[in-house]
């Protein structure tokens, strides 16, 4: 066998005769590297690795038992199988030594095509380690790039239907993409400031923002006339678009029932239902009041106002920051969760910052300021034409 190719062996004695019987059993197969101490070990494996070490345990100064407590207290080395070599044939001293760490306990004066066969099954099997292992690697290198494939589907999936509800909802172009940046907003500083931290300490973020995309997908049952309108909306109009909220619901227990993928899509159909639903009771389409409403709902409900508020549309011009966030302070505790509230107020240079990167760099303080906003609002600051109630 060419000595390449060769495994090495490290063989650690203080006695002359003993690595001298050793190299000279295990030289016609194996690299063997003799040493006197524990010491001049620890100093030869700064260098260089073997792939098995077969140590005796009487020796001066450190002993076998000492030195394999630092061979396997070290990632380095704690890998690699270590033989004990001893004249003890006492039960106790190779119960400790296996205890230790050690695979082998051989005891001296040792057969050599004993030793040779006892250093090849020990080699064998770490050899079958080390390939399980990579083995494993590899498998689970396979199993996460499947798994990252299938999450780039179902985000692509996710991304089309939203942009499918958007394109038929075209007078609120971006709406979806920046009331998820505005929620993530939100949500950072509830962590941030220790919130309404029980409720949530279960909820995985990424999958929350992923869902809200979908908070909106109940209009794709909304005739194109109402949606696109450019102008107020009639009662009758507004009754028709305040039904997004339950056909979305709908859409959603249609996609649980045919998928074992539950988490996200609970989140997202508390978003469906929840976001136009206020504080005070006067929301749609349950009217759920105060704590009824789910923390998704509630905190929803300030993002997609806010973003309606500083959007122009043809029908209104945009509010300037300082304007929406004049109109949110006013809706506390009637439109919006109280606590919420002052906590949006607390980060609201935030969303000016999130509205001004969605306009380009442009300073969402352009626009007019109003001391309160329309009474009903449809999620995208349309008002039913001669409604004065909340919408």
Request: charged residues 25%; aromatic residues 6%.
């Amino acid at each position: 066998m060419n000595p390449e190719q060769r495994k090495t062996v490290f063989l650690v004695d203080d006695n002359v005769t003993n690595l001298t019987l050793g190299k000279n059993a295990l030289s016609a197969h194996y690299n063997v590297f003799t040493l006197n101490s524990g010491a001049r070990l620890l100093k030869m494996l700064e260098k260089n690795v073997p792939d098995i070490i077969l140590l005796d345990v009487d020796m001066p100064e450190m002993d076998g038992y000492e030195v394999i407590k630092i061979l396997k207290g070290k990632k380095e080395t704690a890998y690699i199988p270590v033989i004990f070599l001893t004249a003890k044939t006492d039960g106790e001293s190779e119960l400790e030594g296996l205890s230790l760490g050690a695979i082998d306990y051989i005891m001296k004066p040792f057969s050599p095509l004993l030793l040779r066969k006892r250093i090849e099954v020990h080699l064998l099997v770490e050899s079958q380690r080390l390939e399980l292992l990579d083995y494993n690697k590899n498998l689970q290198a396979m199993v996460d790039n499947k798994t990252k494939m299938v999450v780039e589907l179902k985000n692509a999936i996710l991304k089309t239907m939203a942009e499918l509800v958007e394109c038929r909802d075209d007078i609120t172009g971006g709406h979806i993409e920046r009331t998820q940046n505005y929620l993530g907003v939100l949500i950072d500083a509830l962590q941030r400031y220790g919130v309404y931290k029980d409720e949530i300490a279960p909820w995985d973020i990424g999958l929350v923002l992923q869902s809200a995309q979908l908070h909106d997908v109940g209009k794709i049952s909304i005739q194109d006339s109402i949606l696109q309108k450019p102008g107020k909306l009639t009662d009758d109009e507004f009754e028709k678009i305040k039904e997004h909220t339950t056909f979305g619901v709908k859409i959603i227990d249609k996609i649980k029932r045919q998928t074992t993928e539950q988490a996200f899509l609970d989140h997202a159909r508390v978003l469906v239902s929840a976001h136009h639903e206020k504080w005070d009771g006067s929301g749609y389409p349950r009217g759920l009041k105060g704590n009824e409403i789910p923390l998704l709902g509630r905190l929803m409900a300030i993002v997609d106002v806010y973003d309606a508020l500083v959007s122009e549309r043809p029908y209104k011009k945009a509010f300037s920051h300082e304007g929406a966030v004049q109109i949110i302070r006013n809706g506390k505790g009637t439109h919006f969760d109280p606590v919420l509230v002052d906590l949006f107020v607390m980060v609201s240079d935030e969303f000016r910052k999130a509205a001004a990167n969605a306009a380009g760099g442009a300073d969402s303080d352009a626009g007019g300021d109003s001391g309160g906003a329309p009474d009903g609002e449809d999620g995208n600051g349309r008002a039913a034409e001669g409604t004065g109630a909340g919408q």
